[in-house]
C-alpha cells in the first residue's frame, strides 16, 4: 500500500491516474487500489481490491485496472491472476488497463 501523505507518492499516484482516466469506463475493479482513491473518477460500480481477492467473486466489470501493482506480484503469479481477470471477472469487451515501471525509472522510485 502507498502512502499517500507522502507527497512525491502521491504525485506518482495521480500521474498513473492521468494515464488511466481516458480509458476508464463502466463498472470498474481497481486490483491494488490502495484505498479508492480512483473511485471519484469511476461513473459506474467501483470495488478497490486489496489483499482479499474473495470480494471480486461472482462479479464482472468493463474494466480492470492494475496501477503499479504488478511489479509486487510474484513472477508465475502475475499470469494466473490475469487470466482470472480474463476468463472470470471481464465483461465481454472489457479491458485491463496496467501501468508498470521502466527499469530506468528504478532509480527513481528508489530515490522516492
Known sequence: MIDTTRKSERFLQQYRFRMALPYLSGDVMDFGGNEGELAPFV???YLVVNYDHSVMTGQKFDTIVALAVIEHIEYQEVFKIFKKFHTEHLKPGGKIILTTPT?????VLEFL
Open 43 to 45: 461513473k459506474g460500480k
Open 103 to 107: 527499469p530506468a525509472s528504478k532509480p
